[in-house]
């Protein structure tokens, strides 16, 4: 197992670094550059942001003192749209605002995905079960940004409990929002997920064995049904996980968060290169680190698996 | 400018000057308690260093940190910032600027050498500026040389020639020179603050302006906040205590937000403004705004033959209802455009074009004899695309101009839509047939708009080159009044054809009535947040 | 899903016959077949219903939507118009053949590359599989926003870019799942038998093992097309979706959710209301799909 987990880790550097290489080389291919402008920078002006920003370089040194400022400083470079601030800031000031509502969203997702997913599967073919499977289609369904502006239409400008936008820490009532919208499709999916895993497990043999036997159905289920079925569903939290914490536009649009997932749209918009690549190595390295995890929870959760 | 909009603002600035400074009334009006002036920006401040700034909302900002030499009142006519008063040589080449005794945020004076410093860290290669071709704009001496990198910063026609007199140096005399000064890029900085912390000298708790606010807060992405200086030199006259801004993307989100009291000021979103005109009476407005909104014909080298055809340029000119577009799509109070020059202008008497007067039936028959005659018709369908960046508002436009041509013309339209990006690296490439384009004055004066349309210019992505159009621009730079020139310039144009003017922008916002102040009569939109204030509802 | 392949293989036909009679008997799976299919004919054939072309602004409409835009027998705009005044059900119509078209063929894209990627890797093992599957994870580290965003970008908007862009963020899933049933087909007898009699490989993958795949991957794959149109929905709604006049009903909505509030209700509720019946339908096609090929579910 600790070789395993030693031998991903190793494999993990070759993968980020192909990363950085593909996204520059993609990046740079885009048409335009962070200095495109409407009034067209002259050729000399052009020059001299150019040599500050070290595009004058070769593309293969650009990528070269990229690294290296990066392996050795940890140093993403300033962003060349939003010249006041440098990549690092720019993370560490959207990262956790994005991992707080992220994090957040995914504890309510699971929480509320799988005891719907439960309610619904022990409940099955009755009106908990259809009503569970309804909304959770429904809201599988429904595209965020048609639930973020509902939202602020109800809770800000009809009933006026909410603010419409906003980032606070300490201040739920600026998180409730962005948490309903983001949560609102996982939790549904996760519902989905649980319940026809449920019923696959509950129609198992064991299981009707250890009901035959007489044993409280409550303790069938948290024993015998619960950790089984919940495999599949933990296969699916691994990387909707990722995708939670590493941001949402539309939630950062609408709720004007500050959050890095709409940083990550506008820098691609307005070829902001640093930017672009320092949140696209922290989403990498991310998936990478959370996948890992879980083939790990996986290994412990069922002993069949050995690497 | 009308008449009595030009009168309502002297009086306006005439009861500024007289207002007794009672914390409690203004204008004889009672002042709320609450003096929090909140609105929405569009999209994040890209940087609060003045000779940095390129975008809009920062100089907005910019301009409660920092003053300038001269401000403009809220007719857009200049008046004095942090100089009292200025005199320029009989050759009309050399400015000396007088400053007022006046306190940077950390107590420290206001002098000659902040302005000298800023100036000539415009140019400097090493600061690396986008807008460092503001001072060749204004013709500073050896503005060009210095961006170059062939001559060092210092050799910049500026000097102090004391602590309170800041003398420049033109290469041609330029009659708007004075209110290009309200420019956020020509704001002073202090030396030593920003030598000490580097980039880092804009963060709230290191700047230090000489502007009637400090920057109290700044979370990105989210909001900016500034609050009161009680050391600007005339904070007495100052009665908002706090300024903020918030970032909203959305321009629909922003309205909802408005709606709902979280804010004093926003844009309408385009089509909207007749229904909150009737709901909301005293809070829509539209004003004239400097912007001026048009298709480009691509006659250069890479544009279809087609298009080299002045008879096909007009017919498409001719065919585009305007409107429709500004009454119908718009609906904001938008001005059918049949010239260059925003109507507004100062100075900018609109000249007689003649189809501007024709009615759409006729300049339908007008367009369709044009376009028979230059070969075209059902069996020969003219074929052009229209390239647009994404935009609500372009789209629309786009799609009603494509219908517009295929019902009159005959004409076969294909919608190009690349984003933003893109679509200036394309029109600027010339890789476009008919693309959208919109040009906003720097200055109030007509040449701002006319001089983009000479050989010369960096600006005109069209390939227009008109040897008499370029004697007129020439030829106006040195005229008492060129306005003459300018209507010759403009009559030109519209034979020429070398682009479809559309239309002439207002400004559309809501606005709480309880804010007061707000320049609705500054064509180039540029307001002061010390002029505003909240009185009691 | 393991025993499925095995008996499939022995079985054959009366294994299909089964499955055939369990999904006629799941009356959601049943229904959502009857909405997809009432859909697709609504998508082809509405064309001939709608009064007006898809892109001819009403001039009766235009600037006063609000007033005279809303669904009407009478004016010929059974859905009523968009904001500027252009005929709604015709362009509903488009839509859905536009978002029917991309779910569809991003899905057959991420199908049929994810299924021979992960078939050739699962087959050839060892170090060429151990390469490919390192692919694939350092594919699936990259932010595939991001990547979409750059190709349409870069390549300009156009429907085949779309195609590639929102099949190539789902091969990869698929090619791990088919990797992992391929290796455990590998191993079955009549595939060493095939190999002893000196069967060529490729023919072995072609004749043997993506047959048996095709349970897995048809389940898959209609999972996958709803997931298609939610990104094509996505990728409208920051601008970068098919070019005007065409639309889709990512593009409707976006456009719809923007007006909401100003009494255009008709514009989000019409284009919605297909978009969501039509994914609900795929889903529960989807689970009925999976129950009836997997026996261990009654």
């Known amino acids: 197992m600790l070789t395993y987990i030693v031998r991903r880790l190793i494999i993990a550097i070759p993968t980020l670094l192909i990363l950085v290489v593909l996204s520059f080389t993609l990046m740079h291919a885009a048409p335009g550059g962070p200095f495109t402008a409407d009034r067209e920078v002259p050729p000399e002006i052009l020059a001299n942001l150019e040599a500050r920003y070290g595009l004058d370089q070769p593309f293969v040194v650009q990528v070269f003192v990229y690294l290296k400022n990066v392996v050795l ?79 602020v239409l109800v809770f800000t400008l009809m009933l006026g409990w909410l603010p419409g936008g906003g980032w606070e820490y300490d201040q739920p009532r600026y998180i409730i929002m962005p948490v309903i919208a983001l949560a609102t499709s996982f939790l549904a999916s996760i519902a989905r997920i649980t319940r026809s895993s449920m019923l696959e497990v509950l129609n198992a043999q064991h299981v009707r064995t250890a009901r035959a036997k007489g044993l409280p159905s409550h303790r069938v289920i948290l024993s015998h049904v619960l950790k089984p079925a919940l495999l599949p569903v933990l296969s699916y939290l691994g990387p909707t996980f990722v995708t939670m914490i590493t941001g949402s536009v539309v939630i950062d649009m609408f709720f004007s968060t500050g959050g890095i997932g709409l940083s990550l749209v506008n820098a691609a918009l307005n070829r902001d290169y640093s930017v672009m690549m320092g949140i696209t190595i922290l989403i990498g390295a991310l998936t990478i680190g959370f996948n890992l995890l879980i083939d790990i929870l996986y290994a412990w959760i069922d002993p069949k698996i050995r690497y | 400018m009308s008449l009595t909009k030009k009168l309502s603002g002297i009086l306006l600035v005439l009861s500024f000057v007289f207002s007794s400074v009672d914390a409690a009334t203004k204008n004889g009006v009672k002042l709320a308690d609450k003096q929090i002036f909140t609105y929405r920006i569009l999209d994040d401040i890209k940087s609060f260093d003045p000779q940095i700034s390129t975008d809009v909302s920062g100089s907005e900002i910019l301009r409660s940190l920092f003053e300038g030499l001269m401000n403009e009142d809220s007719t857009g006519e200049l008046v004095p910032g942090a100089a009292t008063s200025f005199s320029v040589s009989e050759d009309k080449l050399t400015y000396t600027f007088n400053l007022r005794e006046a306190n940077w945020a950390n107590g420290e004076p206001v002098k000659a050498g902040d302005f000298v410093y800023a100036w000539r860290r415009l140019v400097d290669p090493a600061t690396a500026s986008e807008y460092a071709w503001y001072m060749e704009l204004m013709g500073i001496v050896n503005a060009s040389q210095v961006v170059k990198g062939e001559l060092a910063p210092d050799q910049l026609g500026v000097k102090a020639l004391d602590d309170k007199t800041f003398q420049i140096t033109i290469e041609n005399a330029l009659p708007y020179f004075p209110s290009m000064t309200t420019h956020a890029s020509t704001f002073p900085v202090l030396q030593s603050v920003v030598e000490k912390h580097g980039t880092q000298w804009t963060r709230p708790e290191n700047m230090v302006g000489n502007g009637a606010y400090t920057l109290d807060e700044y979370r990105p992405g989210e909001k900016v906040v500034m609050k009161r200086n009680p050391g600007y030199w005339n904070d007495a006259e100052t009665t908002l205590e706090e300024v903020v801004a918030l970032v909203i993307n959305d321009d629909d ?285 | ?258 007006t909401m509030q100003y009494g255009t209700l008709w514009q989000l509720t019409f284009p919605l209301f297909f978009f969501v019946i039509t994914i609900s339908a795929f889903y529960f096609v989807g689970d009925g799909l999976r129950d009836a090929l997997d026996p261990k579910e009654r």
């Not at chain 2, 059918?336 to 609109?350: D, E, I, R, V």
């Not at chain 2, 004066?445 to 227009?464: I, M, P, Q, R």
């Open chain 1, 73 to 151: 400083h940890f140093d993403f470079g300033p962003s060349f749209v939003y010249k006041d601030r440098t990549v690092n800031e720019i993370i560490a000031n959207g990262f956790p605002i994005t991992l707080t509502y992220g994090a957040i969203a995914f504890a309510v997702a699971v929480f509320f995905g799988v005891a719907l997913g439960v309610a619904a599967a022990t409940h099955h073919n009755r009106w908990i079960d259809y009503f569970a499977v309804g909304i959770a289609i429904g809201a599988q369904v429904l595209p965020n940004f048609v639930l973020a502006p509902i939202l």
């Open chain 2, 253 to 537: 989100q922003a309205l909802t937000r408005y709606l709902a009291g979280e804010m004093d000021k926003t844009e309408i979103p385009s089509g909207q403004f007749p229904r909150l005109k009737k709901e909301y009476a005293d809070e829509a407005f539209s004003y004239p705004r400097s912007c001026s909104y048009i298709y480009w014909f691509n006659i250069g080298e890479k544009g279809p033959e087609a298009l080299k055809d002045v008879r096909v340029r007009t017919a498409l000119s001719y065919a585009i209802n305007r409107e429709i577009i500004t009454d119908k799509i718009l609906q904001g109070g938008q001005y059918q455009s049949y010239n260059f020059t925003h109507q507004k202008t100062a100075g900018f008497t609109l000249p007689d074009i003649e189809y501007a007067n024709w009615t759409q039936p006729e300049r339908d028959a007008k367009a369709k004899a044009l376009i028979t005659e230059a070969g075209y018709g059902p069996d020969n369908p003219l074929k052009l695309s229209i390239s647009y960046n994404t935009s609500e508002g372009h789209k629309k436009i786009a799609i009603a101009i494509s219908q517009f041509w295929k019902k009159t013309l005959g004409v076969e339209v294909e919608l190009i839509n690349t984003e933003w990006k893109v679509h200036t690296t394309n029109m600027q490439a010339g890789d476009y047939e008919i693309g959208r384009y919109a040009w906003c004055g720097d200055y109030n004066e007509a040449s701002t708009y006319l001089d983009l349309l000479t050989s010369y210019s960096g600006h005109n992505v069209g390939g227009f080159s008109n040897t008499a159009y370029d004697e007129l621009m020439a030829e106006s730079k040195t005229m008492a009044d060129p306005s003459d020139n300018y209507s010759k310039a403009e009559a030109l144009l519209a034979a020429q054809m070398p682009f479809a003017p559309i239309y002439q922008y207002t400004g559309v916002i809501m606005l709480k009535p309880h804010l007061k102040g707000w320049p609705i009569g500054n064509l180039m939109q540029n307001w002061y947040a010390r002029e505003l204030y909240i009185v009691e509802p």
């Open chain 3, 1 to 258: 899903m393991k025993t499925q392949a095995d008996i499939a293989v022995v079985k054959g036909r009366s294994l299909w016959s089964e499955a055939r009679r369990r999904f006629y008997k799941n009356i959601a799976a049943m229904l959502g077949l009857i909405v997809l299919i009432l859909v697709s004919l609504f998508a082809f054939f509405g064309q001939y219903i709608a009064q007006f072309p898809i892109d001819e602004i009403d001039f009766n409409v235009i600037g006063q939507v609000e007033q005279e835009g809303g669904p009407s027998i009478k004016n010929g705009h059974y859905f009523g118009t968009d904001d500027l005044g252009r005929d709604l059900f015709a362009r509903v119509v488009q839509g859905t053949q536009v978002s029917l078209i991309v779910g569809f063929v991003g899905a057959f894209i991420a199908v049929a590359m994810g299924t021979l990627y992960g078939a050739i890797a699962g087959y050839a093992g060892g170090r060429t599989d151990n390469i490919m599957m390192r692919v694939v994870d350092i594919l699936m580290a990259i932010p595939s926003m991001f990547v979409i965003i750059l190709l349409l970008v870069m390549f300009g908007r156009s429907m085949a870019m779309l195609f590639i862009g929102v099949g190539m963020l789902s091969w990869l899933d698929m090619s791990r799942i088919v990797r992992g049933q391929t290796l455990s087909i590998k191993n079955k007898e009549y595939i060493h038998a095939a190999q002893a009699m000196g069967v060529s490989d490729v023919k072995i993958i072609t004749r043997h093992i993506l047959p048996n795949l095709w349970g897995i991957v048809a389940v898959y794959a209609t999972l996958l097309i709803p997931l298609m149109i939610l990104t094509e929905s996505f990728i409208s709604f920051i601008g970068l979706g098919v070019q005007e006049p065409l639309t889709s009903w990512g593009a409707l909505i976006s456009e719809g959710a923007g």
